[in-house]
């Protein structure tokens, strides 16, 4: 028999789960499965991007109620926050994050896990990390010798890089004009992937108008010339604002699936 169903997604900062996975968050919460999000800083070393937003709490604490908020939006059942510090996660020793994780991966027994690929997005460091964090924690959850005392050993079925399609950031680009990240004065460009390496496409048109006002919860990190504070912004009709694109990176008791999917959690069990 079939048990619950469970995702976790594993990001850096606040806002990484909205833009790329808050459709698909919302989706899968609204069809009853669990949803968690692993966040591992609270975002403190940005910026207030919004001069409406008067800095009278230390950013820290403003980013994670704005978190907190879009969680809701979401349907999130659970925030877990790894407590480490904005760009800093290079300096947190590998093993002590990847145990947490393992940890929080054999207790939540999710199908699905979401995380970065190796592009970062846009190669922000602490994606990287992030990435690799979160892939070597898929892994060694599965293997019943590593850490025995964290849990039964528990294999991820699903485990998906959330991605950018070359399309999706032709067309975004296009729309506002911005494909790369200011990064202490140094351009990160987003990075797209080839469209044949994407394999599962998420249609989140029903779950759009929720994404936008999760993505408006991190009202701080969103300049007010953003494209989605426009009025005439329509995140319905906005090819890619309504899919959501992903890598299926590894597979566990599944098979892979021949053809492009729609569903991360297809052929699990
Ligand atoms: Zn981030």
């Known amino acids: 028999m079939s048990h619950k169903r469970t995702l976790v997604a594993i990001f850096a900062h606040p806002d990484d789960e909205a833009f790329g996975t808050g459709g698909t968050l919302t989706k899968y919460a609204q069809q009853g499965v669990e949803v968690h999000l692993v966040t591992a800083t609270l975002g403190e070393a940005g910026q207030i991007a919004n001069p409406a937003v008067a800095p009278t709490r230390p950013l820290s604490l403003i980013r994670e109620q704005e978190l907190r908020r879009a969680c809701e939006k979401f349907g999130v059942t659970q925030l877990h926050l790894l407590g480490y510090v904005d760009g800093q996660t290079a300096m947190v020793p590998p093993a002590e994050a990847v145990l947490k994780l393992v940890r929080l991966l054999r207790r939540l027994k999710p199908q699905v896990v979401i995380s970065f690929g190796p592009d970062g997005i846009y190669g922000h460091f602490d994606h990287l990390v992030i990435h690799r964090w979160a892939s070597a924690a898929v892994e060694l959850a599965a293997n019943p010798e590593r850490w025995p005392e964290a849990g039964p050993a528990h294999p991820v079925a699903k485990f998906y890089h959330r991605a950018i399609s070359q399309t999706q950031l032709t067309a975004m680009s296009g ?62 009709a906005t090819d890619w604002f309504r899919q959501e694109t ?10 892979r699936p021949a053809q492009k999917e729609d569903d991360l959690f297809a052929g699990v069990a």
């Open 175 to 236: 729309a506002n004009g911005r494909a790369a990240v200011d990064m202490g004065g140094v351009p990160f460009p987003f990075v797209g992937q080839p469209e044949e390496k994407i394999t599962t496409r998420i249609d989140v048109r029903a779950q759009a108008q929720t994404k936008l006002a999760g993505l408006k919860c991190h009202i701080s990190q969103l300049s007010p010339d953003a494209l989605y504070l426009q009025p005439d912004f329509d995140p319905s």
């Open 246 to 255: 992903f890598i299926l990176a590894q597979c566990n008791g599944v098979a």
